[in-house]
């Protein structure tokens, strides 16, 4: 099955430390995006790559935030100086261009200490 | 601002009987929308869709109906199975971005 990939599952750092997190897409699939969820809510849009190129960008992503996909395949997402607030599960999705349905990874649950 | 709306935070219904999901959305621009359903410490996982042109679509025991001049679109899961317990999630696209806009979630209790 080659459905969509992250890792790690769990991290968990002590406040100030950077972070990274990789998402490997379906592979026939050009549109990635991740999504941050909290407790009680639902799935937040982060950002979105169409191939190689980032075309959107929450509000909710701050300057702290980095997001890449270098070759138009895998993603990173990369947070600097973490923050007890950046406790949540980090989603990717990823869909076809045009196609309506976007897949989801098993997430990645990080913890700030 | 919460484009979409599940304003039952959960549902318990008894194993057998026909499980109801409601969902509300504000933006008119939407032309998609899906549902996903989520176990603790998993990804959402795909369950069905509807696009804005059908009023309904059909998968085995699970239906989404979708009234557009309510804004307003429900699951139907009939008959309801223990392994539905779930937390179901609605989403809708459209308009000028690319993203998915999600609802807060409807936790289902199925009881045996």
């Known amino acids: 099955d080659t459905g969509v990939s992250q890792d790690p599952r769990h991290k968990i750092t002590k406040r100030g430390q950077n972070v990274t997190f990789r998402c490997d897409p379906i592979?026939?699939?050009?549109?990635l995006y991740w999504y941050r969820q909290t407790l009680g809510q639902g799935p937040e849009f982060l950002t979105y790559?169409?191939?190689?190129?980032?075309?959107?960008k929450s509000r909710l992503l701050s300057d702290r935030f980095s997001a890449e996909r270098p070759k138009g395949s895998f993603s990173t997402l990369e947070i600097q100086r973490t923050e007890q607030g950046d406790s949540a599960m980090y989603l990717c999705?990823?869909?076809?261009?045009?196609?309506?349905?976007?897949?989801f990874g098993q997430g990645t649950r990080l913890t700030v200490v | 601002d919460q484009q979409v709306k599940q304003n039952s935070p959960s549902l318990s219904v008894q194993e057998g009987r026909i499980s109801i999901l409601n969902c509300d959305y504000t933006?008119?621009?939407?032309?998609?929308f899906l549902w996903y359903k989520k176990y603790p410490a998993e990804g959402p996982t795909f369950l069905i869709s509807?696009?804005?042109?059908?009023d309904k679509n059909e998968d085995g025991r699970f239906t989404v109906f979708l009234n557009k001049s309510a804004k307003h679109l429900s699951l139907h899961i009939v008959p309801s199975q223990p392994g539905d317990s779930a937390v179901y999630f609605c989403?809708?696209?459209?308009?000028?971005?690319?993203?998915?806009?999600f609802g807060t979630g409807t936790s289902l209790t199925v009881i045996p």
């Open positions: 790559f169409q191939n190689e190129a980032q075309l959107e």
């Open positions: 509807i696009s804005s042109i059908k």
């Open positions: 989403a809708a696209s459209g308009g000028t971005g690319n993203q998915f806009y």
């Open positions: 592979s026939e699939h050009n549109r």
């Open positions: 933006n008119s621009m939407f032309d998609y």
């Open positions: 999705a990823s869909s076809l261009s045009g196609g309506e349905k976007a897949f």
